[in-house]
């Protein structure tokens, strides 16, 4: 079978709020959307191990974060006309800190759908565009564009503001996602 190329969109949204605050805004978001948290990676620990220096980070720790975040229904409503849509869900956001303030990005499922001509499948993607997209300006949000924003929430006991071990529950909403499929 011949190999495919095709050019992917990432949409990326920069918060100038901490990365605490951007990271549990997103995942409340998201609880409070018709999507759900499958799983996280958080891959601070390696870089920050390995050390290795980028022209684009200056904090002696980054912070790096990967959330896996799906519906089993629209996966399934996609694959039906696109079969190869199921090899992109569940989806990926990335939230990493950097020089310039906390990065949000997404890779378009639209982008990742356009190549296997399926109409269908894309309206499907695009919706899906849409709702991810809301999701990480929702996030962003600068402190000093929305009112009653206590930036005092930071909370360095709350797992979710600081990353904590959340395994039990992403494992328990994997076998739900899975169970779902």
Wanted: with cysteine; proline share 6%.
């Amino acid at each position: 079978m011949p190999t495919m190329e095709f050019m992917v969109r990432r949409f990326t949204v920069v918060s100038e709020r901490s990365f605490e605050t951007t990271l549990r805004r997103l995942v409340e978001a998201i609880g409070a959307s018709d999507l759900m948290e499958v799983f996280r990676f958080d891959a601070s620990g390696v870089l920050n191990k390995a050390r290795v220096p980028s022209k684009e980070s200056t904090a002696q720790d980054s912070r790096i974060i990967r959330l896996l975040v799906g519906n089993p229904v629209i996966m399934k409503e996609m694959a039906r006309t696109a079969p190869d849509a199921a090899a992109y869900a569940p989806i990926t956001i990335l939230i990493d800190e950097r020089s310039d303030g906390v990065r949000l990005s997404y890779d378009l499922m639209s982008s990742l759908i356009a190549p296997y001509d399926s109409p269908d499948a894309l309206a499907i993607a695009n919706d899906l565009d849409a709702k991810i997209i809301a999701l990480l300006e929702n996030a962003a949000v600068p402190p000093n564009k929305e009112a009653g924003i206590d930036e005092a929430r930071d909370n360095p006991n709350d797992p979710i503001a600081t990353c904590g071990s959340l395994a039990a529950a992403d494992m328990m909403l994997m076998g739900v996602f899975l169970n779902e499929w």
